[in-house]
């Protein structure tokens, strides 16, 4: 019979790729500390104020983690696939502050569950261990600061643009709220619908309830392009 940790290996590369950097004591020590959990759809797994417990790793599913201001403005900070860990549990777990945002799973999840005590352990003693765990922290900063920049150097409308043109299906549909965008863009929902509405004027989507319609999506993608930089001769 399989452990926990093999049979999650055997469908996520990064998980099967650290198992075979540890020796053999190493890896047992990661199998006693680990289970594997099943987790819903819809499943609160942190809430802002509360204390870290354990390490993720996920490997089917995803989980939205989102922040909230006092005056109920969301931002989806970012979403954790397959393969992929929460740098917020992260640091959590390093540091023993509180999560600062909710943790929410979009779809049924499977993970690795590490409790902390492991965890502490293993990253005190494994340096494959370490390395895993702070290339993925590395990288989730590394999107954050993206999703920085976009807020605070980029205008809505352009990034309204380009969320629009990423997430439309084929026909040119996409099938969300205003709220559910504004979210997704850390923006007021009366901001999206009043960037909608003026996208309507200019012909450019066709609103209807929970549906948007691209219309001329030649005039959008101009949109987000970069203005050609002007140089001296």
Do not use: W
């Not at 599913?61 to 992260?90: A, F």
């Not at 590395?138 to 309204?160: C, E, G, K, N, Y």
């Amino acid at each position: 019979m399989l452990h926990a940790v093999e049979e999650i290996a055997a469908t996520c590369p990064p998980l099967r790729a650290l198992l075979a950097q540890m020796d053999t004591a190493t890896r047992r020590r990661l199998e006693r500390g680990a289970r594997l959990v099943r987790v819903p759809a819809d499943t609160v797994l942190f809430r802002p104020g509360e204390a870290c417990t354990q390490y993720l790793v996920v490997t089917d599913g995803s989980v939205r983690v989102d922040m909230t201001s006092d005056t109920g403005r969301e931002i989806l900070l970012y979403r954790v696939g397959p393969g992929q860990t929460c740098v917020l549990t992260t640091l959590a777990l390093l540091s023993g502050a509180p999560y600062e945002a909710e943790g929410r799973t979009e779809t049924q999840v499977r993970a690795l569950s590490l409790q902390a005590s492991a965890f502490d352990a293993l990253v005190a003693q494994s340096a494959a261990f370490r390395r895993f765990v702070f290339s993925a922290f590395a990288m989730r900063i590394t999107d954050l600061m993206h999703l920085l920049r976009q807020v605070a150097f980029t205008r809505l409308d352009t990034r309204l643009a380009g969320f629009l043109l990423h997430h439309a299906a084929a026909d040119g549909a996409l099938r969300m709220t205003h709220q559910e965008i504004a979210a997704e863009l850390g923006a007021s929902r009366e901001a999206i619908s009043r960037l909608l509405k003026a996208f309507e004027q200019q012909g450019l989507v066709e609103l209807s309830r929970a549906r948007i319609l691209l219309r001329d999506i030649a005039a959008m993608r101009k949109m987000i392009r970069p203005a050609p930089r002007i140089t001296n001769s």
